[in-house]
Each structure stands twice: as C-alpha cells, then as structure tokens.
C-alpha cells in the first residue's frame, strides 16, 4: 500500500509535468487559423495593423479566417537557425516573411508549398518585375514564396560631406576611380571612408549586400542555373577579393568596426550619419530602415544629404550597375493546415494598399508594377527613383546551397579583414571552404 | 577512485524483494540511457551520415562512411577550431585557474590570515552564478566604449581606449574563463591540502626551506593525485564551455574565438549541417577519451 | 601597487641585518598576501559592478556609471512584457526537473547502495564516465532525437532532459550518502513491518538530508543556469527560461533596455548566489569535493 503511494506521487509528478506542456497547445473552432510569423520589429508592427482589415475582406468573401501573429524578434542568423529547426520538427507556422536567399534551402528540402498554380490564377502576378519574378524563381522552375517587396544594392554617398571636403560626387566609372577618391578622403578625414559588409560578424550581409553585388557586376557567372553547379573560381570573383584586398590595404576599410559583434552599430548607425565615414555599400532599404526619420539612426533631409552610385565597373569591359539586391516574401508551409487561406493572407499582404504599407515601413522597393500612385508609398520619392532602377538592374542568379557559399564568403572576406591573407589566398580559401561545404557534386569543374 | 566502504554487513536477501529492484533502478537507467547514451550513439551514427535541416540533401539523407571525418580532418576551420580549444584549455584552465586557484587555496590556509571567510565568499560569486550572467557583466567590463570599466583602468594608466572583445578576443575570453573557474580550483585543492599535515611544512620552515621549495617538495607531491585529477575535470569542463563565449563572440571576430564546441553548434544549427556537426562531436569525444587516459596514467589515479 | 610594496621593505630589510631579518621577512611576506588576497577578491568582484550600479539606475548603459538610483527596474522586470514569463519559465523548469531528478536520484542510489546485483560496479562507473562528455558533444544529435520523439520545444522535454543530464552526479552523491546509514536501521523497520519503499521513506529519508540537500542544489544550479540546452531544443519564445530571454534582449541590437537586461541579470543570478552562499561551508566540504573524491 505504501508502495503504491511512492508510485503514485512519481507518477503524479509526470503527469503534473506532462500537463504543463499541454498548455502550449491551442484548440479552435469555426474561423480556420493561419499562424503568420515574424522576426523583425518594424516588419509585425505594420502587419499586426493590416491583420484586422485581412480577416475583414476574408469575412466579406463569406471565407473567415483568423491569423494569428507570432513575433519573435531575432537577428538574421537566429532566425535562421530557429525556422530551420521548425520546419525541421514540423513545429513550423503556416505563414513566414524571409528573405529570398533562406527560401532556396527551405523550399529545397521540401518544406514550403510549391505556389506555381496559385500563381498563375493570381492577376496580380502578371504585375511583378521580370528581374523580381527572375529572382523568386527556384532551381526547379517554380516559386515557393510570394515576394513582397525588392530592393536596388547601390553606394550611399554622403553628399554635403563629400563636397565639403571638395571631392567629386559624380558617379564613378570604375573602382580604381573611386579609389582614388576615397584616398582623398582619407587624407583630409584620417578615417576609413567605406564600408561594404565582409567578415563574419555581418553574418550573412557580408554576402547578399557585400561581395555578392559587387561580383554580380563582373558579368561572371557564379552559379550556372543549367547544370546547377557553382562556379567558385573566376575572374570576377578573385578581382573582387582583389579589391576587398586593396581596400583593406589603403586602410579604407573600418576593420576594427566589421570586427564588432554588431557591425552595423558604429558603421552604418553611427560614423555615416556622423558623415566621418561618407561611402557606404547598402539596399534601397537604408533610405528608411537605417536612415528614415523612423530609422535606427535618422539623418536629416535625408534627400539633400544622401546620393547613391551605381556599382562602379569593377572589370574591364564592363559598365556601373545598379544591382537587384532581393527582398523578403511570405513562403508557407508544406504541411500547412489551410494552404487556401494561407496563400490568401500571402497574396494579400503582398497587394495594394497593404503592400504600400509595408513597403513604407521597411523602405522597400515594390516588386510590381503599379503602385506609384498608392499612398503611403506614393510620397517615397527615394524608393519610386530605386524602383525605376530596378528595370535595368542585374539580378544575380541564385541556387541550391547559398547558404554555404555565403559561410565561405565570410570566412574568406574575414580572412582579409584580419591581414591573414591576400585577395588570391583569399579567393583560395573560398573556393576550397565552399567546395567542401557544398560538396563536390554541386561545383562546376 | 570508486572504494567504497559497507557500513554493514549484508546479509542475504530475501528473493521476493528482488522483485523492487527495477522499480528503483528503473527510472534512473531510462532517463540516462534515453537522454544521455542514446544521444551519445545517435550522434555517432549521424556523423557517418550527410545529414542536414536544409537543401536538396535534407530529404534523403544517405550514409556516407567516414567522409565526413575526412573533410574535417583535411578542413583548416575545423583543425584551427581544436588548436584554438588547445589554447583555451592550456591557458585558462591548466595555467590561469590551476595557479591563481592554488594561491587562493594557500592563502585560506593561513591561520594568521583575518577575513578568510568573506574572501572564500567572494571567490566563489564568478563560479555560482549563470554563465550567461558572467558573459554579460563582461560584456561591460570590456566594452569597447571609453567608460567601460576595463577602458577606465586602461585611463588610469594614461593608455586609450581598446576594445579587447574585438582586437584580442581570445585572450579575452581567457581572462574570462580563468575567472569564471579560479573557485572550482580553490575548493578541489582546499580539500587536497587539508590531507598534508601542518606539522611537516612547519618542521621544514624550521629548516630553512623556503616557502616555494616547501610547496615543491612537500606540499605538491603530497596532493599529485588529487591536482591531476582536478586538471581532468577542469580540462573535460573547459572542452565544454559554449555559453561563455558563444554569448560574447558568438565565435568571432571572424573565426578568432570558434573552438570546437562553437564550430559543432554553427555547423549543426547554423548551417544545418548535421552529419559534419556530429562527426566533429565524435572527434572531440575521442580526443577527450585519450586525455583523460593520459591523465589518469600520469596521476597513476585508480580508475 | 603590489610591486612597489614588495621591493621597497626588501631593501630595508636587507640593510637591518641579519639578526632581525627574520621577523621583518615575515611581516612583508604577510603583507604581501594581505595584498593578493585583495587582488583576488577585487578580481573576482569587480565584473559584477555593472550589473549591480546599472540594475537601480533609471538610465543606464552598457557601461558602469553612477546610477540615478531607482527600484523601477526590477518593477518593469516583474511586470512588464515576457520578462515575467522567462522567471516562471526557469522556476517550473528548474524544480520540476530537480524533483524529477531527485525522487529517480533517491530510489536508485538506494537500489545501487542496498542491492548487490550483477553490473552494479559496471553501472557506477559507466554513469561517472558520462561526465567526461561535454555537453557541447551530445547537443546535435539529442536535438535531431528530441524532435523523433516529439520532445522537442516542450517544457516535458527541456525537464526529461536536464533532469536526466543531473542524474549521474545525484545518484553517486546520495549512493555515498546512504551507504553511511546502518543497515541495522533499516532491519529494525523491516521487523516492524515496512516495506521496502516504507523504509525508504521512513528511515532513509530522514537521514539522507544533507545528500540530497547537495544533489538538489548542484541539480538545480545545472537547470537553472543551462543555456546550450534550452537554446537548441526550445523555438517557441513562450517557454524561453531567462538564460535565453537575457541573451536574445542582448542581442536584439538598437533596442536594448539595459535597466531592465540588468536587473533581470540580478533576478537570475540571485537563487544561486544566495544558495550557494549560505550552504558554501557545507558544499565544499561534502558535495564538490566528495564528489570528485569519492
């Protein structure tokens, strides 16, 4: 008798414990629930406003359906990590805003719904941007996320400071033009006049707004969409570490702030709009996002203050280019209770006056056509003058296993940084790093 | 190591009380062998495998013997992430914590010594609380602005400011661990030197032997086998230390602070490269088996 | 400071001759370790200023000042947002899976102490060798194991899991514990009657205090203060503990409220500083020292 009462507590203790867990579990009934989620602050801020008028159209259509909001706001690499394992243990929701390049592995390990048939009925896909339709599509031929927003990767040139200092504002025609004035800069501030994200504190912007444009511009061909192998050694790629070489060489680079667990911080939020560091790499994004009046670090008549540049030509026999840099989409999810309303709430908040919203709030680029005259994007003068470039922008193609060649990118740029090696070690280390993380299967000979 | 004295003698059981045996040992074999072996083999079995989270390969993962074991025995990250476990080991656990711990343990044996009691106190707060607490008021200590407390003292002395966590970040997170661990040490050696007796240190004071060649001769070798065995532990749990630095560095700048527990959790979960992570996993665990048995053959411990 | 002490009583010292050297050395070798007891102490201490000055400042920063003082902190900390949360996430975790740990502990160090079975020494020394494993080695593949059994992301799971981790140690510790309560006890109960759990409850129990008193503390430090573990297996922000709640807010980069990241540092590193503090003379006799020891 005395031992059942032992038993009984033990078993009483898992079972107390058991039903903790439980409460983690939700039930519902009539409306159908989409779990909508998302990582960065400014991004559910906008959402959680739109959520009601969603769920409102979708009553109107006699089809309810209750989002459910879940933020969690993380970094670029926490957010990673932790959707990964989400969709990995099936825990995943039914609806994620991303950025393209995360999309590649998801949708290739199955995880998100294919959206080709959704696509096709949808009128509002014949809107998009070819560049931007380009950059969506998958290996595969087919779309896995509806994109909702794209963006211009240019040089962001301090203006007032530049002249100040006497230095050309014009759009430089190659690196070795802009070089020399950054020198220039150099001389009269004593401070690294550039930065272009590179090194491993950057994370995964030390490829998509760092090495990446600057080798989309060479006109080398990084990753064959036919056979669907990277090419990891060309000469775009060993003169762009190169130029990240020579950079950090003539002491234009601010090392020790790319070194800084958050190198944004001193870099973006505070020297360039201090004006001692007047050049910087960035997505038409910064308009807003770092440099709006709601921004992480607001600079004042932003339009008077700030020019862009086009990438200048980097090779010889090329031309300066403004680079498509992507955007986020709403991916969802393979095993998604309700694809219908899930698709839906993606469509949605990727049209009209939502998608003007959003693109307000995030100082993104719209990805269709049409929405220049739609408040409050209409009164984005910077971000319609990005769109415009958008049409005659080079959109880098993109595979399978982006996610290893950005690791070897920030190794190898991390390398540089550290005066460990040269642009030809450099590029060295990359290709073996990238060959070995992708395996040899998916690198060209 | 495992004698262990019968405070009674047993007499036989009875043959109906066998019958409790599972049902009080039961419980602790399933939760060990469920969460702490089955890991232990899984993992092994995952590193023969290209396991990964995402990417073509995610669907179907294939065994693929030991390639990768030997990608990461031919990858320089992967090597450079054990030397730089080697540095952190050596020189925050066996150097730092061994002698500053030691120095500690001598001083609380002092007799004449007032306010022991308070100082063994104080020592113990960098050990007590959680690692992510300890990473945090580091953090501080060394932030790279000009009035953190480390850039202060620097002042003091007339230098600029630094930015330690950035320009010297491993020995950095050295320093941090050496101060984390200098309790662990003083306690383990408090109770070895409690076994040396007082009068033969003073009997070879009276002697004229000096303090340090006391400590050579007499003390130390008294409390070899307890010293080699505190640098087993210390050396197992120095392997282990992920949140100290992961929460400071999250292994950079660059690669500069990525030791091997840091390399296994970026290549598993960052990357999601779960067959390379496990396989770095087994190779650490082997790594550590060798050097506990050298450990143990030079302490001549009873194992 | 400590070098301009040693050398100037040196030469001195040196000068006196011989005849009163002896007594000078000794009060400058006293001194000396007066002052590296000192550095020590401040060594270990000062780190903790920031924490300490930035938890009752209105406007702190990253770095220590003077502090504004205030209490607000710790009001926003116990009321505001998830904070509240992540304190009750790493109270029900760190007690459930201390009880758990203890009530498995208890039973099976009394089988291992009491019983005579084949593979009993095996077993012992099997569940000390688990200790040469570093956390960081197993994470992968108990994570990739957590999601086959549906465990992962669960507070269940994170239990099961520190609960188990903690055994070990729990199980040597009280196995050494009741080795040293007589037997004859035991046979006194019997006789009266007592099964073999009432014994355990009725005269093991009551005796094994100060083990598992230790075993409670050492296990609940462990839970408490894991990071790796709630890192890899939890995703839902819902049941982060406050090691995860502190280093999320740490990073979320721009928007850090060091207030608050401050006195939440304070709220968790308290239980076990204050634990700790007060059982210190026990601890280091008994449990640590007994544990590698024994």
Not at chain 1, 396 to 406: K, M
Not at chain 2, 203 to 226: C, E, K, N, Y
Not at chain 3, 247 to 257: G, L
């Amino acid at each position: 008798m005395r031992r059942n009462r032992v038993l009984a507590a033990v078993a009483a203790g898992l079972l107390l414990t058991g039903a903790l867990t439980a409460c983690s579990a939700t039930g519902e009934g009539g409306p159908v629930t989409v779990k909508l989620l998302q990582f960065q602050e400014a991004r559910a801020d906008v959402v959680k406003d739109l959520i009601p008028e969603f769920e409102k159209a979708m009553a109107k259509k006699g089809r309810p359906v209750k989002v459910d909001l879940v933020t969690d706001i993380l970094t670029d690499d926490q957010f990673r990590t932790k959707i990964t394992q989400q969709f990995y243990s099936g825990t995943a929701p039914d609806v994620v805003d991303m950025g393209g390049s995360n999309v590649t592995g998801m949708a290739g390990a199955g995880y998100l719904l294919k959206l080709d048939t959704y696509l096709r009925t949808w009128d509002g896909w014949d809107e998009y941007y070819p560049s931007v339709k380009k950059g969506a599509r998958q290996r595969d031929g087919s779309y896995y996320s509806v994109p909702h927003e794209a963006s211009v990767q240019s040089l962001f040139y301090r203006k007032d400071v530049l002249q100040r200092l006497g230095i050309d504002t014009a759009q430089p025609r190659t690196w070795n033009e802009l070089i020399a004035r950054l020198k220039k800069v150099r001389a009269k501030t004593g401070e690294a006049p550039l930065v272009i994200p590179a090194g491993t504190a950057w994370g995964g912007g030390s490829w998509t707004e760092g090495l990446l444009p600057i080798v989309a511009g060479t006109g080398s061909t990084l990753y064959d969409e036919k056979s669907g192998k990277w090419k990891l050694r060309s000469k775009g790629l060993s003169a762009t570490f190169d130029l990240y070489a020579d950079l950090v060489e003539a002491d234009l680079l601010p090392v020790r702030d790319l070194h800084n667990p958050n190198p944004w911080e001193p870099t973006k939020y505070e020297k360039f709009p201090q004006g001692t560091l007047p050049v910087a790499a960035q997505g038409s994004w910064g308009w807003k996002y770092d440099w709006g009046p709601e921004g992480a670090a607001p600079i004042k008549n932003s339009r008077e203050k700030i020019g862009t540049w086009d990438y200048p030509a980097l090779v010889p026999g090329t031309e300066p280019a403004p680079i498509s840099g992507g955007g986020f989409g709403y991916s969802v999810n393979a095993d998604a209770a309700h694809p219908d309303a899930a698709v839906e709430l993606a469509k949605w908040l990727s049209s009209g006056k939502a998608l003007a919203r959003q693109l307000t709030a995030v100082g993104a680029v719209s990805p269709r056509a049409g929405l220049a005259d739609t408040a409050p994007y209409s009164n984005e003068p910077s971000l319609l003058q990005a769109e415009g470039k958008l049409k005659s922008s080079i959109q880098p193609p993109l595979g399978d296993g982006e996610d290893r060649v950005s690791q070897a990118v920030q190794s190898a740029t991390a390398k540089i940084l550290a005066g460990e090696a040269d642009g030809s070690q450099a590029a060295d280390a990359f290709a073996e790093e990238a060959e070995q993380l992708l395996g040899s299967t998916r690198v060209a000979e | 190591m495992t004698t262990v004295k019968n405070p009674a003698a047993r007499p036989t059981r009875r043959r109906r009380e066998r019958a409790a045996l599972p049902l009080l040992l039961g419980p602790s074999v399933l939760l060990i062998a469920v969460f702490v072996i089955a890991p232990a083999a899984y993992g092994v079995y995952l590193g023969l495998t290209n396991t990964q989270l995402t990417g073509f390969a995610a669907r179907d993962p294939q065994f693929v013997g030991l390639e990768n074991f030997r990608n990461l025995l031919g990858s320089a990250d992967f090597l450079e992430s054990l030397g730089r476990t080697g540095e952190f080991v050596l020189w925050s656990a066996i150097i730092g914590q061994t002698v500053l711990g030691m120095l500690a343990a001598l001083l609380l044996r002092q007799k004449w010594l007032r306010g022991k009691g308070l100082f063994g106190a104080l020592m113990l707060l960098p050990m007590v609380v959680p690692e992510v607490v300890a990473s945090l008021t580091w953090a501080s200590v060394l932030s790279s602005e000009s009035d953190g407390t480390f850039n202060r003292l620097l002042g003091l002395f007339g230098s600029g400011a630094a930015a330690p966590l950035q320009e010297y970040p491993m020995a950095s997170v050295i320093l941090i661990n050496v101060w984390r661990g200098i309790a662990f040490a003083m306690i383990m050696f408090q109770a070895a030197l409690e076994d040396v007796p007082d009068e033969l240190i003073e009997a070879s004071r009276m002697d004229g032997a000096s303090a340090l060649q006391v400590f050579r001769h007499i003390t130390l070798p008294l409390i070899r086998g307890p010293v080699f065995l505190y640098l087993l532990l210390t050396t197992i749990t120095t392997v282990g230390v992920f949140g100290l630095v992961y929460f400071l560095t999250q292994g950079g700048p660059g690669q500069d602070t990525e030791i091997t527990s840091i390399y296994i959790f970026q290549s598993a979960f960052k990357y999601s490269q779960i067959g390379l992570g496990s396989a770095a996993s087994v190779i650490l665990l082997i790594l550590l088996t060798i050097l506990g048995m050298t450990y143990a053959r030079l302490a001549k411990v009873e194992v | 400071m400590a070098a301009t002490t040693t050398i100037e009583p040196r030469t001195a010292a040196g000068a006196v001759g011989p005849r009163r050297r002896k007594p000078m050395w000794a009060v400058v070798q006293r001194v000396l370790q007066y002052v590296l007891m000192v550095l020590l102490a401040l060594f270990c201490v000062v780190p903790f200023a920031w924490v300490a000055l930035t938890a009752v400042d209105a406007d702190g920063g990253p770095t220590v000042g003077l502090p504004a003082f205030t209490l607000d902190n710790f009001v926003r900390f116990f009321t505001d947002g998830a904070t509240p949360r992540l304190f009750l996430n790493s109270v029900i975790v760190s007690f459930a899976a201390t009880a758990l740990n203890l009530a498995c502990g208890v039973l099976g160090a009394y089988a291992l102490s009491r019983y005579r079975f084949r593979g009993r020494r095996t077993f012992m020394f099997a569940i000390l060798l688990i200790r040469v494993i570093p956390p960081p080695a197993t994470i992968v593949a108990l994570y990739l194991l957590m999601v086959r059994i549906e465990l992962d992301d669960s507070y269940l799971g994170l239990i099961l899991v520190e609960a188990s981790a903690a055994l070990p140690i729990t199980l040597w510790l009280l196995k050494g514990t009741i080795d040293a309560i007589p037997y004859q006890l035991e046979e006194a109960a019997w006789l009266d009657g007592c099964s073999r759990f009432g014994t355990i409850r009725r005269i093991i129990l009551p005796l094994v205090g100060p083990g598992l008193g230790a075993a409670a503390m050492l296990t609940f430090m462990a839970v408490w203060g894991d990071f790796l573990t709630p890192l890899v297996l939890l995703q839902s922000p819902d049941l982060y503990p406050l090691s995860i709640g502190l280093f999320r807010s740490f990073t979320a980069f721009n928007q850090v409220d060091w207030g608050v990241l401050a006195a939440s540092a304070v709220v968790y590193m308290a239980p076990p500083a204050v634990l700790y503090l007060f059982l210190r003379r026990h601890l280091m006799r008994s449990s640590l020292g007994g544990a590698v020891k024994a």
